[in-house]
């Protein structure tokens, strides 16, 4: 049984139901002219299957059975009033999700008055369900072409120097586990894949991940879950749901890591670990040290001692990790370093204004409402709340947030422990010497 | 005098914009959207990267500003001698920011609560710069850093050496930032000159939408915008160049693999006729290498682009170029094949239910986009910036295009004597691993 809600007001999902490995949620809002309809197939991730997967979100959306090139599969999208179908690889700590979406136009704006639902829905499970392959394997030039684009985006990695950064640094901070491997595997792993693999790989996807599937509608539509379950309900499906927490292992030093390249500009990224911060804290923490506009890395990095230009900061719930990066000259690395820590012990010593946390509040509240006001951060909000096994309302975190003492600041600040340090330096810069410590 | 009010509608979905000409000269547009959680304003002026030459009235000579002002300035606004302006927005709970683009420069924040304290905030510091030698100087090594990330963005670096091949002459061709050089002949003094020149109320737009209300803002913006007398300054107009014929601009960066950009130069437009010719040219684009095409998908089976291919018009006061961009081993055998397809199709005849498909799309498409507060400012304030338009203009002018507007499009936008191919090509990445 699905939750249905006639107007979406938060991600209040309840518990759903895992009925047959798949659970279906249903969101309504009479503001939104369009709809959407997500399924994430929720993986274990290995070396060898981690570029299969990514492979996998291209094959199924580029073609099927019935249209068999990405031409006529995109003709028959545009005819749809530009009908969107589309699909990513996200990662969860060890694990990911195949997350496939579709979004279009409601049928109230179709100009002839067409029932655009209907042949949208027929579509989309016919690329999940009735693939472009023959014979146990995808079809040529298909699976040759999502292969070469898949081999490109691996050797296109260092095109985006803070993402090629970022993977570098969590490659090394989550060595030996399946966080290490990129969102698209390693070159040599995906130049092996072949379509019967690929095949193989799908069809026991569909066997035995759970699915869990979030659609975000103007007005009721109960034919979208009729027809949903009426496609997947037929497969054999035997899947439970993940725990996803896979806490990074301690260290007995930092990694520490360098890397030239002909940049113009260094970056540098810093991951702590921690052992156990509950929620509302970790959310308080992170906006006080660097998600507040005014937070204490860009007031004091940035804006008072012109550091660096950009330092961001991102957390991993379930691999228990607070990210740092900033882009600066490669001489600064120490210097940035050491005022990264110098900030640290602020949270640890309670040396910070009310205010601040305050603000973190403030700015989880507003980005709660804003998730409300599209179909897709819509959907992705309902499905982060059942991976995060935390099916509290925003609200209630919100109320959990303002109830943070700076005494649980800091002791949370004290768990934060050094794991990696990685820096991808510009070739003309100065040698840096950092320190990890 | 009261502000003079019109509504304008959009037949397709039912929208309204109201639009609101203010007695300071501020033109200032809303659209109420309740239904939505959150509120968005931009506060906008015609003031880009490329008005750095203009001659004020009175003056004999023009006078030219050094690259990136107008991103310098709109960093150095935010300098306030009492307290930080981010932290009086995050205080209400809001977010904010600005962009600096080629035609306009952009204030902006988003909000759940708290929404017309905000709009003050906004409204005040956008008209009180404060410059000080000092903050200026600060300031430099920051945008400089904030140069050097985009020099080493291959997407950046492949679309200014496209535009440095097209439009020489124009400054247009300089990045948004300017260059570490001509950063450094900023002062306050210039920064003081040009927000003198360029902020004032009639250059400027005021632009809301979600959970807002007309009626308050136009009370506001009463109380908050200073009536000036405008200090006029004619830009210098470019002449537009013979065409070049087929240039290829190379260099080599860290990347992984060619990136290519080709764009098509054409005559530039104003206003409705810009804005109708840049739909036409991008849906003549699909037609002829959109990802529904056969030429595509012959291109993508030949191994010849990939996924990242895509096309777009790119068009301003002074600029139109139609490009297509993405990833190959071998760019000069897309381009051919694109040309090819042109010649094919201006002999031939487009696809006349292709067009149709695509034009579909569009309409589609823009249905959709305008379902946000966030993307109706943006539009409102684009239109404001496209020489007044209406936000709504988009529909009724795709409704307006016939596949037997191809050819024309074809003849005028995409002339194979006035193109530059840019290419980014991979440069050994000289990688070294060591402890640090």
């Known amino acids: 049984m699905s939750r249905k809600m006639t107007e979406y007001a938060a991600p209040d999902c309840g518990e759903g139901s895992t ?361 992705a909000a309902a499905a982060a709340m059942y991976r995060r096994r935390d099916l509290r309302t925003p609200e209630a975190l919100a109320e959990a947030m303002r109830q943070v003492t700076r005494e649980q600041i800091a002791e949370a600040a004290k768990q934060l422990t050094p794991d990696t340090v990685y820096l991808l330096r510009a070739e003309d810069g100065e040698e840096a010497d950092a320190d990890a410590g | 005098m009261p502000a003079e009010i019109t509504r304008l509608t959009d037949p397709c979905t039912g929208d309204v914009c109201i639009r609101m000409q203010h007695d300071s000269g501020l033109e200032i547009r809303v659209m109420e959207m309740p239904a939505f ?126 535009l440095g091949g097209l439009y020489p002459e124009h400054p247009v061709h300089t990045d948004v930032l300017g260059t570490e050089e001509s950063i450094r002949q900023i002062t306050p003094e210039i920064l003081y000159t040009c927000h003198a020149l360029f902020y004032h109320p009639q250059n400027m737009v005021l632009c809301c939408a979600g959970n807002v209300e007309a009626e308050k803002i136009l009370q506001l913006c009463d109380r908050m915008i200073k009536k000036r007398t405008p200090v006029t300054a004619a830009p210098f107009r470019y002449p537009e160049r013979a065409p070049a014929g087929r240039l290829i601009r190379r260099k080599t960066m860290p990347v992984g693999k060619t990136q290519f950009a080709a764009g098509f130069r054409s005559r530039p437009e104003s206003g409705t006729v810009r804005l109708k010719e840049s739909l036409l040219s991008s849906l003549t684009a699909e037609l002829l290498i959109g990802s529904s095409s056969p030429l595509c998908q012959r291109l993508l089976a030949e191994g010849l682009i990939n996924d990242t291919f895509s096309t777009d018009c790119f068009a301003g006061d002074g600029w139109f170029t139609v490009l297509a961009e993405g990833e190959s081993d071998c760019p000069e055998a897309v381009l051919d094949a694109l040309c090819a397809e042109i010649g094919r199709v201006k002999k031939e005849g487009a696809d006349r239910a292709l067009f149709d498909t695509l034009k579909r799309a569009a309409y589609g498409d823009t249905v959709i986009s305008m379902n946000h507060p966030e993307a109706a400012c943006a539009a409102m304030l684009d239109s404001f910036i496209w020489d007044g338009i209406s936000p709504f203009a988009r529909a009724e002018l795709l409704a307006q295009l016939t596949a037997d507007d191809v050819q024309g499009c074809l003849e005028t936008r995409f002339c194979t004597d006035n193109i530059c191919l840019s290419v980014i090509e991979p440069e050994s990445l000289g990688k070294e691993e060591s402890e640090l």
Not at chain 2, 116 to 135: D, I, M, N
């Open chain 2, 37 to 162: 959680s959150t509120s968005y304003a931009q506060f906008g002026t015609r003031f880009g990267s490329v008005h750095r030459k203009f001659r004020r009235a009175g003056d004999a000579a023009y006078t030219e500003m050094p690259a990136g002002i107008a991103h310098y300035l709109e960093h150095k606004l935010f300098e306030n001698p009492d307290s930080s302006i981010s932290a009086a927005f995050s205080r209400l709970g809001a977010r904010d920011n600005a962009y600096t683009d080629f035609d306009r420069t952009v204030y902006y924040f988003q909000t759940q609560q708290h929404f017309y304290e905000a709009l003050e905030l906004l409204t005040g510091f956008v008209q009180e710069p404060y410059f000080t030698q000092e903050s200026v100087e600060r300031e430099r090594s920051i945008i400089a850093q904030e140069l050097r990330e985009c020099l080493d963005d291959p997407a950046d670096q492949v679309f200014f050496q496209m």
């Open chain 1, 19 to 379: 009925e047959n490995g798949l659970r279906y949620t249903a969101l309504c809002s009479p503001k939104f002219r369009s709809c959407l309809l997500t399924f994430y197939f929720y993986v274990h991730r290995t070396k060898e299957t981690a570029p299969v997967h990514a492979l996998l979100t291209d094959l199924l959306t580029a073609s099927s059975a019935a249209y068999k090139d990405h031409a006529a599969l995109s003709l028959r999208l545009e005819s749809l009033y530009a009908a969107d179908f589309s699909a990513k690889l996200s990662l969860c700590g060890d694990d990911a999700a195949l997350v496939f979406t579709a979004s279009w136009l409601d049928d109230r704006y179709a100009l002839n008055g067409e029932a655009i639902t209907g042949q949208v829905l027929d579509l989309i499970l016919g690329c999940l369900l009735q693939p472009n392959a023959e014979n146990g394997a995808f079809c040529d030039p298909a699976f040759r072409i999502c292969k070469q684009n898949l081999l490109d985006d691996i050797d296109c990695l260092c095109n985006d120097k803070r993402e090629y950064a970022l993977q570098q640094a969590a490659a090394i901070a989550y060595q030996g586990t399946p966080a290490a491997f990129s969102v698209h595997g390693s070159r040599e792993d995906a130049e092996t894949v072949t379509p019967a693999q690929a095949y193989r790989v799908w069809q026991e996807i569909l066997r035995t991940s759970f699915c869990e599937i979030v659609c975000v509608t103007p007005e009721p539509k109960p034919e979208i879950e009729a027809a949903v379950r009426g496609a997947l309900g037929q497969l054999p499906r035997n899947a439970a749901f993940f725990d996803f927490d896979a806490p990074t292992a301690p260290k007995q030093r930092p990694a520490v890591q360098t890397e030239t390249m002909p940049l113009e500009q260094s970056k540098l990224v810093l991951v702590y670990r921690y052992d156990s911060i509950p929620r509302e804290v970790l959310a308080v923490l992170c906006g006080v040290l660097g998600g507040i506009p005014e937070s204490l890395l860009f007031l004091n990095l940035r804006e008072k001692q012109g550091l660096c230009y950009y330092c961001a900061l991102q957390s991993s719930q379930f691999k228990h990790t607070v990210t740092i990066d900033c882009g600066m000259d490669a001489e600064q690395a120490e210097t940035v370093q050491a005022a990264v820590a110098e900030q640290l012990r602020k949270l640890q010593d309670r040396d910070f204004p009310d205010e601040m946390m305050r603000q973190a509040v403030l700015q989880y509240e507003y980005h709660a409402a804003a998730v409300q006001d599209a179909p897709d951060s819509t959907a």
